[in-house]
């Protein structure tokens, strides 16, 4: 119903703002994040939005940017993901970093941001990943896609280290121990057991 609302922005406040639109006041939840990106009170503010309508309820949803919007759109089609949790999540992680730690599988990013645990974190990823996937490779993002790449020869090298490790008799906890402070961007499958030998003969 609405694409975006641009007005005077008259209030600023926690989880919210409200917009002045030939003077009709729009109340727009937002996430702390975007909130801050907003410019000060009395100035032009163009937000894009997302109305969410149950049957008491009227809300309206607002993004800086479109990336925003979509992944917002596609939070809302996990289960269990409400617009609360999915605007809390927006509040604490970009779209790109966000697309990809789901496409690497990287349930230890996830999981850390608030409202979503172990389960929920898994859950994003089985139900966003080819999603994510396709949107990022249809729209040609380089960055995020040269970065996906890079996190999956990564985490293809540390699986190599951790079976090369067991060979030796070493538990796969004692292994994940070990190589828990070991930077592994950008190094080699030999640089990697390497570190990890160094680390379990302490």
């Known amino acids: 119903m609405f694409a975006y609302i641009k007005g005077s922005l008259e209030v600023k406040t926690k989880g ?11 109340k727009i939840f937002m996430s702390e994040t975007a909130i801050q990106k907003l410019g000060e009170l009395g100035e032009t503010v163009k ?23 979509r992944l ?14 999915a ?35 898994q859950r994003l990823i089985l139900e966003l990943k080819d999603k994510l996937k396709k949107d990022s490779m249809e729209e040609e ?18 699986k190599e280290a951790i079976a090369a490790l067991q060979v030796l008799g070493y538990t796969k906890l004692e292994i994940e121990q070990a190589l828990k402070n070991v930077n592994t961007e950008d190094t080699t499958v030999e640089e990697i057991i390497r570190m990890g030998l160094k680390n379990l003969a302490k």
């Open 47 to 69: 937000i894009h939005t997302y109305l969410k309508v149950r049957e008491d309820d009227m809300s309206l949803y607002g993004f800086n940017n479109n990336d925003e919007l």
């Open 87 to 121: 605007i809390q999540i927006l509040s604490h992680i970009t779209p790109s970093s966000f697309i990809v730690a789901v496409i690497s599988d990287d349930v230890t990013k996830i999981k850390k941001l608030p409202g979503v645990g172990p389960k929920t974190a």
């Open 141 to 158: 993002n380089v960055a995020i896609q040269e970065e996906v790449q890079m996190l999956e020869k990564t985490n293809q090298n540390i």
């Open 72 to 85: 917002f759109e596609l939070l809302l089609t996990v289960s269990g993901i409400g617009a609360k949790l």
């Open 16 to 26: 919210y703002v409200i917009v002045d639109v030939g003077g009709v006041g729009y």
